[in-house]
């Protein structure tokens, strides 16, 4: 799950980056709005979280000009107002949800992983191959019926080769499933993930296969 911050105030940003990794989330960070809109045209989010007094284009513009495109990722706004009218205004304008700083780190990450439920309700939750299930709606994940433990980038790895499966997914692809803008990830890295995953999905009958010189590919044994 890949999560798109929009905050100026870098003391907060670094805290909401170390909260929502802990969480198992990728989180990428801009300062401006106008450089968000520009993002989520190019990469694919499942949660945006952005503050209503962004210099500049504020948060509420941002919000206004993004549904207009129709885009419908879930936004969730932080804002120092505690007036009515500016959180019936974001709300009205496509806002998802809202949250008045200071905030409890805990109740924004219990937000933000009720607004990724909610967007993908109507959508395929569940990722199946043999004995293999990731709930991509509830974040969790069985191997033959019983609970299978990922860390958060085990999880973007299998999450990605499983919605490929059968075809074959490039160890660039992976890399990037993994990666932020500021943090690259490298094809040792993809390599030592897919060594993991191996190592768990043993004898349950799902194979991760090597496809020399391409990538990787999940098949049924």
Same mark, same amino acid.
Request: proline letters at 3%.
């Given at each position: 799950m890949r999560i798109l911050l929009v905050e100026d105030d870098a003391m907060l940003a670094d805290g909401l980056r170390e909260?929502?990794?802990?969480a198992g989330y990728a989180l990428d960070h801009l300062t401006a709005a106008e450089q968000a809109l520009l993002a989520l045209r190019l990469t694919p989010f499942d949660l945006v979280v952005a503050d209503i007094g962004l210099p500049g284009m504020d948060g509420l513009e941002m919000v206004r000009r993004l549904r207009a495109t129709g885009s419908k990722v879930p936004?969730?706004?932080?804002?120092? *107002?505690?007036?009515?009218?500016? *959180?019936?205004?974001?709300l009205n304008l496509g806002a998802?949800?809202?949250?008045?700083?200071?905030?409890?780190?805990?109740?924004?990450?219990?937000?933000a992983q009720a607004l990724i439920r909610r967007s993908q309700a109507n959508a395929q939750s569940a990722l199946?191959?043999?004995a293999l299930v990731l709930d991509t709606a509830t974040h969790e994940a069985t191997l033959a019926d019983a609970p299978l433990h990922l860390t958060g980038r085990e999880w973007a790895v299998?999450?990605?080769?499983?919605?490929?499966?059968?075809?074959?997914?490039?160890?660039?692809?992976?890399a990037e499933s993994l990666s932020?803008?500021?943090?690259e990830i490298t094809s040792n890295a993809v390599e030592i993930y897919v060594s993991r995953l191996r190592a768990k999905l043993d004898g349950s009958g799902v194979l991760l296969r090597t496809v020399r010189g391409i990538g990787y590919r999940l098949e049924i044994e």
């Amino acid at each position: 799950m890949r999560i798109l911050l929009v905050e100026d105030d870098a003391m907060l940003a670094d805290g909401l980056r170390e909260v929502f990794h802990r969480a198992g989330y990728a989180l990428d960070h801009l300062t401006a709005a106008e450089q968000a809109l520009l993002a989520l045209r190019l990469t694919p989010f499942d949660l945006v979280v952005a503050d209503i007094g962004l210099p500049g284009m504020d948060g509420l513009e941002m919000v206004r000009r993004l549904r207009a495109t129709g885009s419908k990722v879930p936004v969730l706004m932080l804002t120092a *107002r505690d007036a009515l009218e500016d *959180r019936v205004k974001g709300l009205n304008l496509g806002a998802d949800d809202y949250l008045v700083k200071p905030f409890a780190m805990p109740e924004l990450i219990a937000r933000a992983q009720a607004l990724i439920r909610r967007s993908q309700a109507n959508a395929q939750s569940a990722l199946r191959l043999g004995a293999l299930v990731l709930d991509t709606a509830t974040h969790e994940a069985t191997l033959a019926d019983a609970p299978l433990h990922l860390t958060g980038r085990e999880w973007a790895v299998l999450e990605t080769l499983l919605l490929a499966a059968p075809r074959v997914v490039s160890k660039n692809k992976l890399a990037e499933s993994l990666s932020e803008w500021d943090k690259e990830i490298t094809s040792n890295a993809v390599e030592i993930y897919v060594s993991r995953l191996r190592a768990k999905l043993d004898g349950s009958g799902v194979l991760l296969r090597t496809v020399r010189g391409i990538g990787y590919r999940l098949e049924i044994e």
